[in-house]
């Protein structure tokens, strides 16, 4: 049997390494200002963030949940409003509409870029509807022009959960730009990841920019004077200057991971592994028993790869052999949110959603990091297919 070299799900040492130097020099800078929270490093990250956004105004807060919770806060969702989002996402996507008293609408996701399908949106719109918030799921963006014409249509804010999608594009649009407001996670698992938990909210609406401003900070303006009742949603300088240093290296990232993705492409096929890219209207499943999935690219514009998710119906093998060979893997996902059981009271069953009740079963997350070389992603191919052999 050949050689498998061990291959971690990600690697935060190897980015780390590239640019020690920098992120210690901007962590002495915040310690001999000892000014720790706002001030000129998240300022600073706040306008370089909405400039590589396409957009005018850019939020810093404590987390992409709260970037969440405070852009519903900031369009007025109240108890008793219903909120249309996907079922297959992280738990924050819905846990934050539920968080403000409202009622997250779930509608079933386009099987194969796993971001909600605009087909069904109207459906599930009710006089309680408020807003949509589609979800750019693992660096893809979801189809943005229907979903912007059916919220005109009705009246409705669309919030871009972009946790996972910074700098990806849709038809030449940044994520985020789009709808009103866009939210962003710079958890350490991100593209863009900080050392810590961190967020920002984007847009190019001044009135809900400021409305946002106010919201992370208990609604002071000025201080100690409150307009409105808001929370301490606030990102620590800290983060912020580490940062500003990844942000210059973000688009090299994500040219390796994009080159990363092409490679398993053509090592999948060298090796066998029949993989299709079947077009939205078809179920993504292997038409054997022989094959994979690999992710389909919608050929809206830049997909970022935040991870890179192949469908197997064979994944507990797949799986037991990237464990035997100490290959990172992740299933993201495994219960889709109409079915966790805090939700058991919004009354979906099994079957409500098959598209993404499917995902869950057959999604598999592999390394896709920039740093990853050739040899390790062979690696990776050669123990999948010892799965298929």
Same mark, same amino acid.
């Given at each position: 049997?050949?050689?498998?070299?061990?291959?971690?799900?990600?690697?935060?040492? $190897?980015?780390?390494?590239?640019?020690?130097?920098?992120?210690? %020099?901007? #962590?002495?800078?915040?310690?001999? +200002?000892?000014?720790?929270?706002? !001030?000129?490093?998240?300022?600073?990250?706040?306008?370089?963030?909405?400039?590589?956004?396409?957009?005018?105004? @850019?939020?810093?807060?404590?987390?992409?949940?709260?970037?969440?919770?405070?852009?519903?806060?900031? #369009? @007025?969702?109240?108890? !008793?409003?219903?909120?249309?989002?996907?079922?297959?996402?992280?738990? /924050?996507? /819905?846990?934050?509409? +539920?968080?403000?008293?409202?009622?997250?609408?779930?509608?079933?996701?386009?099987?194969?870029?796993?971001?909600?399908?605009?087909?069904? #949106?109207?459906? %599930?719109?009710?006089?309680?509807?408020?807003?949509?918030?589609?979800?750019?799921?693992?660096?893809?963006?979801?189809?943005?022009?229907?979903?912007?014409?059916?919220?005109g249509r009705h009246g409705?804010?669309?919030?871009?959960?972009?946790?996972?999608?910074?700098?990806?594009?849709?038809?030449?649009?940044?994520?985020?730009?789009?709808?009103?407001?866009?939210?962003?996670?710079?958890?350490?698992?991100?593209?863009?990841?900080?050392?810590?938990?961190? @967020?920002?909210?984007?847009?190019?609406?001044?009135?809900?920019?400021?409305?946002? &401003? *106010?919201?992370?900070?208990?609604?002071?303006?000025?201080?100690?004077?409150?307009?409105?009742?808001?929370?301490?949603?606030?990102?620590? +300088?800290?983060?912020?200057?580490?940062?500003?240093?990844?942000? &210059?290296?973000?688009?090299?990232?994500?040219?390796?991971?994009?080159?990363?993705?092409?490679?398993?492409?053509r090592l999948s096929a060298?090796?066998?592994?029949?993989?299709? /890219?079947?077009?939205?209207?078809?179920?993504?499943?292997?038409?054997?028993?022989?094959?994979?999935?690999?992710?389909?690219? %919608?050929?809206?514009?830049?997909?970022?790869?935040?991870?890179f998710i192949i469908r197997?119906?064979?994944?507990? $093998?797949?799986?037991?052999? *990237?464990?035997?060979?100490?290959?990172?893997? =992740?299933?993201?996902?495994?219960?889709?949110?109409?079915?966790?059981?805090?939700?058991?009271? *919004? !009354?979906?069953?099994?079957?409500? *959603?098959? %598209?993404?009740?499917?995902?869950?079963? =057959?999604?598999?997350?592999?390394? #896709?990091?920039? =740093?990853?070389?050739? /040899?390790?992603? +062979?690696?990776?191919? $050669?123990?999948?297919? =010892? $799965?298929?052999?």
């Amino acid at each position: 049997m050949p050689y498998i070299q061990s291959v971690p799900l990600l690697d935060l040492k $190897a980015q780390y390494a590239t640019i020690r130097d920098e992120v210690r %020099a901007a #962590i002495d800078r915040v310690a001999e +200002a000892q000014w720790f929270i706002g !001030g000129p490093e998240v300022e600073g990250l706040e306008r370089e963030v909405a400039d590589y956004s396409q957009c005018r105004f @850019g939020i810093g807060v404590s987390s992409g949940t709260d970037a969440l919770i405070v852009s519903l806060m900031a #369009i @007025g969702i109240r108890p !008793g409003d219903e909120v249309i989002t996907t079922p297959y996402s992280f738990f /924050a996507t /819905a846990g934050c509409v +539920a968080r403000v008293g409202a009622r997250p609408v779930f509608v079933d996701i386009d099987p194969a870029t796993f971001d909600i399908d605009p087909a069904g #949106i109207e459906a %599930a719109i009710t006089d309680r509807t408020r807003a949509i918030i589609p979800v750019h799921l693992y660096g893809q963006m979801a189809d943005m022009d229907p979903i912007m014409e059916i919220a005109g249509r009705h009246g409705l804010y669309v919030i871009e959960d972009a946790a996972q999608a910074i700098g990806s594009e849709y038809q030449g649009r940044r994520a985020g730009s789009i709808g009103r407001l866009g939210c962003f996670s710079f958890f350490p698992s991100k593209n863009l990841g900080g050392f810590g938990d961190g @967020g920002m909210v984007v847009s190019n609406d001044p009135d809900l920019a400021h409305r946002v &401003k *106010l919201l992370r900070n208990h609604g002071a303006e000025p201080k100690y004077y409150h307009k409105i009742i808001g929370g301490n949603f606030r990102l620590d +300088a800290l983060q912020a200057a580490v940062l500003r240093i990844k942000l &210059k290296y973000l688009d090299g990232w994500t040219a390796g991971r994009q080159r990363n993705a092409d490679r398993y492409r053509r090592l999948s096929a060298e090796a066998g592994l029949i993989s299709h /890219a079947i077009p939205n209207t078809q179920y993504p499943v292997p038409k054997t028993q022989d094959a994979i999935v690999l992710p389909h690219d %919608a050929g809206f514009g830049r997909h970022i790869y935040n991870q890179f998710i192949i469908r197997t119906t064979r994944r507990d $093998a797949v799986m037991a052999r *990237l464990k035997e060979h100490k290959i990172g893997h =992740e299933i993201y996902y495994p219960v889709p949110l109409h079915l966790q059981e805090c939700f058991a009271d *919004l !009354g979906y069953r099994a079957g409500d *959603l098959p %598209a993404s009740e499917s995902a869950a079963r =057959e999604t598999l997350a592999l390394p #896709i990091y920039p =740093e990853l070389t050739e /040899a390790m992603q +062979a690696g990776v191919v $050669a123990a999948i297919g =010892e $799965a298929y052999a």
